[in-house]
C-alpha cells in the first residue's frame, strides 16, 4: 500500500458521503476499512484542513538560541 494523496482523501470521504460501502472504498483504493473510517471521522471532525501537510518549519540560529 503507498500514500494516499489529499485528492484521494477528500475523494473517498465525498463517496462516502454519497452512500458507498467502506468495505467497497477499501478494495477500490486498496487501503484498510480502518484507516478509511479513521479518515472519515477526522475529516467530520476537523473539516478538510485537516488534510494539508505543511513542511516542517526551519529556524535560524538566533531564534533557536
Same mark, same amino acid.
Given at each position: 500500500?503507498?500514500?494516499? $494523496?489529499?485528492? %484521494? ?5 465525498? @463517496? @462516502? =458521503? ?6 467497497? =472504498? ?6 484498510? $476499512?480502518? $484507516?478509511?473510517?479513521? =479518515? /472519515? ?7 478538510? %484542513? /485537516? =488534510? @494539508?501537510? %505543511?513542511?516542517? @518549519?526551519?529556524?535560524?540560529?538566533? /531564534?533557536?538560541?
Amino acid at each position: 500500500m503507498c500514500k494516499i $494523496t489529499i485528492k %484521494d482523501k477528500i475523494e473517498i470521504y465525498k @463517496r @462516502r =458521503l454519497k452512500g458507498e460501502t467502506i468495505s467497497s =472504498l477499501s478494495k477500490c483504493f486498496n487501503i484498510n $476499512t480502518s $484507516t478509511i473510517k479513521y =479518515l /472519515i471521522k477526522i475529516i467530520e471532525k476537523h473539516g478538510y %484542513d /485537516i =488534510l @494539508r501537510k %505543511d513542511k516542517n @518549519r526551519v529556524y535560524s540560529t538566533e /531564534i533557536k538560541g
